[in-house]
């Protein structure tokens, strides 16, 4: 029997990247995985591509900067499968030309990074716990960021955000742990998504990973992986975990790039 079969999730900004990588990957073990997106249409060629794979996904209309899309979302995946198991909270976004550091940082957009990237995971995990409760069981899986753990020279409004998901990820753990809800967050590092690598140049990816003692770059799949062994009862005894999915970035000295990773 497939890991999450007869389970229900919905897996937001799930038409490309991690979101869809997460939305494959849980559908490939049994779920019937509700795919939160703008791009209604592209989004059905999606799910009807995989359904000859035995793959069973519909899209949702999602919104982020349309915070009545949130309810109507939940609702839309409640009244199309009548109970909803697991979140994935995979919408985020970034602002690198504004988002700085303290002094040069645009100050609108470190409070929209927060509006958005916490503010995102506060509704749709308050819309959803209500229907988690009722089974008295479910699991959220909030994609954070090991920007959220380690900080930088620049993007402060980011880390700030993501360092907040992270707290919230333990907020709603403990809180719900009760009634059988489990919350846990993944932090990807460096990934490598098409938004990623058309948006970094080649020095900035050769710097960073003198720093991931890996060696590479992560992918989606990464990261899916992870998100599926929190959504799954195999994580059953596990809640308020904070993953890095990171290639063990930032776990050597500030040395480490100098003495290993500049030298290959």
Do not use: W
Request: one cysteine or more.
């Amino acid at each position: 029997m497939k890991r999450l079969q007869n389970k229900v999730a919905l897996v937001t900004s799930a038409s490309k990247g991690i979101g869809l990588a997460c939305a494959l990957r849980l559908a490939e073990e049994g779920a019937r995985v509700c795919m939160g997106v703008r791009r209604m249409e592209d989004t059905q060629k999606i799910c009807d591509e995989y359904k000859e794979r035995g793959f069973d996904m519909m899209p949702v209309f999602f919104e982020a900067m349309q915070e009545d899309s949130y309810a109507s979302m939940v609702d839309d995946v409640i009244t199309k499968t009548g109970r909803l198991d697991i979140l994935v909270n995979n919408f985020g976004v970034g602002r690198p030309s504004e988002d700085l550091d303290l002094i040069r940082s645009s100050e609108k957009a470190f409070f929209d990074l927060l509006h958005l990237n916490l503010g995102s995971v506060y509704r749709i995990s308050k819309l959803a716990v209500p229907h988690m409760i009722r089974n008295h069981q479910g699991s959220i899986v909030n994609i954070s960021s090991i920007g959220g753990s380690i900080p930088d020279v620049t993007r402060i409004g980011y880390g700030v955000s993501k360092a907040a998901v992270n707290n919230i990820t333990q907020q709603i753990a403990l809180q719900y742990a009760r009634e059988n809800i489990r919350c846990n967050a993944v932090l990807p590092g460096l990934t490598a998504t098409d938004a990623a690598l058309n948006s970094m140049p080649d020095s900035f990816v050769e710097s960073f990973l003198s720093h991931v003692p890996l060696n590479r770059m992560g992918k989606p799949e990464d990261m899916a992986n992870a998100a599926l062994f929190f959504a799954s009862e195999e994580s059953s005894y596990i809640t308020g975990h904070i993953l890095e999915v990171a290639g063990g970035y930032g776990l050597g000295t500030p040395q480490y790039a100098d003495m290993v990773g500049r030298s290959k």
